[in-house]
């Protein structure tokens, strides 16, 4: 194989891994740290790649359009957890059933005010040449986002207060409630904080699939298989899931075709949950 | 008490992952299946469609009178009856499917309307039933058993082929006379239906003669993975054989797919003078957005039988979409009095800043107006002659020049256009072919021969 088309799969491989992690990370939050199962988490995306193509179509920098629509997603995550969310904590059923519920209303919302169609965005930057492919220099801004996200996870949930106090909460409530510790107030920003990731996801993505209101669902069930794989670590979890199911789907579609691809990502999926039912990090424990 | 908190916690916590899984696979299924009824526009599996419908909801009625309407004579058309005709409309104008759905409904009353503005049909005015099959298969059994219970004289329905495969032998069955009004892979043989939608073949006659010749002979051809894909690559083939042009590479998508990183490459391997895009629905939209941002659109043109039917070059960027061939009956765009007309009549009833009307929604308005105009000419509702009337080869000159039915597959001789896409989210025509026949129809398809045939042929 030559060298340029060794590079270009290299490539591939690491874009396919930048998104899983990127829509994924989001959903990890909240499923790994408070057990919630958000099957709104597709329309968080979808409403951060609206919130980016308005900002775009008033004039603001695409950039800085994106920031905001992870803050506006965010404060939106933080309204629905007080709202909605938080009479639902410990009742997985019924916050499944909610936010299912929310998701629909999101899409006929947003249907509602942008038509079922609406105008896309450019990709804001070039391409570039390697050998004989040519490849998006956008996706080396998904690659450095993905792991951004990833690095300011850990950050924030490793070496802040909040964080600190975040994993007090999922540890033991109780114990951290005694301490002083406002564990409900917790739970609305780690909500606001997965809310957040989404919403950047679904900015990022914006200039590479169509905005439309029913995207949320070309993305939900992979972000929720990619969790389930990962298990309960919210940073290791998603990246190890991301970097393995990222690597069966592109080699697989490489080799044999996108079918195949799809498929192989899915039989990958069932025999790591067959032997690792709590997923890839299952038996470490939230600390 | 709990003896031991940290086993219950793990208890716990194991109990919520199984339950995940499950949701995660329900998710899964969910996505495939939505993901799948949302790609469909141009037609999809027509096998085991019927069965997915024991539903007990009843589609929802938007535009129902509660004042019943049936009698008799209605059927007669007795000169003094000036009770409205009832007639019928199910499509999908809410869920994922509305992208299609929608210009098709608001066709589907503008062209009551005119219809009605004339002076009605049989000198009556016609009176829509519209229900709302919500993307849903199983709605569309429950809105075809209340049209059939609802007494009309006509319905017009279905978007995906799974939709039409459904509710296909339930009009049938009740003797109800049916239109489908969308491009569709092709072969549909029965009586009781009409089809006013482009088929492959029409498409393909136009476009990749057009492709080899102005771009090279090397295709290569990204489909959607059901059956509108797998027909529609296989006319490529055909096709390009015929015209000395070759099939370089094919890869085929399951619907939900919105990356296409690795096909990019495998283009670029490839080296093709064209690639033919048989993709369908909002994550494949994706692949345009893709491909240009590797900046392959440039060396490598994009034509196509699909795009647009979604409102693609609405939904990507200008720079994206530009430059893309497309061949269709039907474009906004077409530069002739009476589109102009039609346009001016649409965006005074729907706003002017409506996103594209598009090709569907010309169909809808022809199958609206053939039919018309054959009651009109057969002077009775009956459903025989009004059949016997369409199969005479009734002709109608709508927005895209005149087509024609053709009375032996039910199917519509019509003009077929070439488009470049723009950079301000349209089409540029620059050229137009008349006449073209639906001719793998009009081979395996003769109704009037054989009124009794009934089913759908495939290549």
């Known amino acids: ?287 | 008490m709990s003896a031991n908190p940290s086993v219950t916690g793990r208890r716990a916590r194991r109990h919520i992952y199984r339950l995940a899984v499950a949701v995660a696979a329900l998710a899964l299924t969910a996505a495939a299946c939505t993901s799948s009824d949302d790609a469909d526009g141009p037609a999809a599996e027509t096998a085991g469609a019927a069965d997915a419908g024991t539903s007990d909801t009843a589609a929802e009625t938007t535009e129902t009178t509660t004042v019943d309407t049936s009698d008799d004579d209605e059927e007669t058309a007795a000169p003094v009856d000036t009770e409205p005709i009832r007639v019928g409309s199910l499509l999908d104008e809410t869920g994922p499917l509305n992208i299609y759905g929608t210009p098709m409904a608001d066709a589907t009353r503008l062209a009551i309307a005119a219809i009605n503005a004339e002076g009605g049909v049989l000198g009556r005015q016609l009176e829509l039933v519209a229900l709302d099959s919500k993307s849903d298969q199983a709605e569309y059994i429950a809105g075809a058993d209340q049209l059939v219970a609802e007494d009309l004289a006509v319905v017009h329905a279905g978007i995906t082929s799974a939709s039409r495969e459904a509710i296909r032998p339930i009009f049938d069955e009740a003797e109800l006379l049916y239109f489908y009004n969308v491009l569709y892979e092709g072969g549909v043989c029965d009586r009781n239906t009409f089809v006013t939608g482009v088929v492959p073949t029409q498409q393909m006659q136009v476009l990749i003669p057009w492709a080899i010749e102005n771009l090279g002979p090397r295709l290569y051809v990204l489909a959607a993975d059901y059956n509108y894909g797998q027909i529609s690559a296989d006319w490529v083939q055909e096709y390009a054989a015929a015209h000395g042009g070759e099939v370089v590479g094919e890869d085929f998508f399951p619907l939900d797919v919105a990356e296409f990183g690795t096909t990019v490459s495998e283009v670029q391997d490839a080296s093709p003078d064209a690639v033919v895009s048989l993709l369908v629905g909002g994550a494949h939209m994706s692949f345009y957005s893709q491909y240009a941002a590797a900046g392959v659109n440039a060396d490598i043109p994009i034509v196509s039988t699909t795009f647009g039917l979604g409102s693609e070059q609405v939904a990507l960027d200008a720079a994206s979409a530009e430059g893309i061939i497309v061949a269709y009956p039907y474009f906004e765009e077409l530069d002739t009095a009476a589109n102009a007309e039609f346009v001016a009549a649409w965006h005074s009833e729907f706003g002017s800043d409506y996103p594209y009307i598009t090709d569907l929604a010309a169909y809808v308005w022809e199958g609206w107006h053939l039919w018309a105009d054959a009651v009109n000419a057969a002077g009775t509702l009956d459903r025989d002659a009004v059949i016997a009337q369409l199969e005479s080869g009734v002709s109608f000159d709508g927005p895209k020049g005149t087509v024609t039915l053709d009375g032996g597959s039910h199917h519509l001789i019509q003009p077929v256009s070439l488009a470049r896409a723009n950079t301000s989210n349209g089409f540029d025509v620059f050229e137009t072919f008349e006449n073209i026949p639906p001719t793998f129809e009009q081979d395996v398809c003769d109704l009037i021969a054989s009124p009794d045939t009934n089913e759908q042929f495939t290549p």
Do not use: C, K
Request: aromatic share 8%; glycine share 12%.
């Open chain 1, 1 to 287: 194989m030559s060298a340029d088309r060794l590079f270009n799969l290299g490539f591939d491989l690491a874009t396919t891994i930048s998104i899983l992690a990127l829509v994924s990370i989001g959903l990890a939050i909240t499923f790994g740290m408070r057990g919630i199962i958000n099957l709104a988490h597709g329309e968080f995306i979808m409403l951060g790649a609206f919130a980016t193509l308005t900002g775009v179509r008033q004039g603001l920098n695409i950039w800085l359009a994106m920031a905001l629509s992870a803050a506006i997603v965010g404060v939106f995550g933080i309204v629905v957890e007080r709202l909605l969310i938080r009479w639902l904590y410990a009742r997985l059923v019924d916050t499944m059933l909610a936010t299912w519920g929310l998701s629909l209303v999101m899409v006929q919302v947003v249907e509602n005010v942008y038509g079922s169609v609406t105008e896309g965005i450019a990709v804001p930057v070039g391409d570039f040449s390697v050998g004989a492919y040519s490849m998006s220099s956008y996706n080396l801004v998904l690659m450095a986002s993905a792991v951004g996200g990833v690095v300011v996870t850990y950050v924030v949930m490793r070496r802040t207060r909040y964080g600190l106090h975040a994993r007090a909460s999922v540890q033991s409530p109780t114990m951290a409630e005694s301490l002083g510790v406002n564990t409900s107030r917790i739970n609305m920003w780690t909500f606001g904080f997965g809310a957040a990731l989404a919403g950047a996801a679904g900015a990022l993505l914006a200039p590479l699939v169509g905005v439309i209101p029913t995207m949320g669902q070309t993305f939900v069930a992979r972000s929720f298989m990619t969790v389930i794989v990962g298990g309960p670590a919210f940073v290791a979890g998603p990246v190890s899931a991301s970097g393995l199911l990222g690597f069966v789907e592109n080699v697989s579609t490489n080799q044999f075709t996108p079918v195949i691809g799809q498929a192989m990502l899915l039989i990958a999926a069932i025999v790591i949950l067959r032997f690792m039912p709590q997923g890839l990090t299952g038996r470490r424990s939230l600390r």
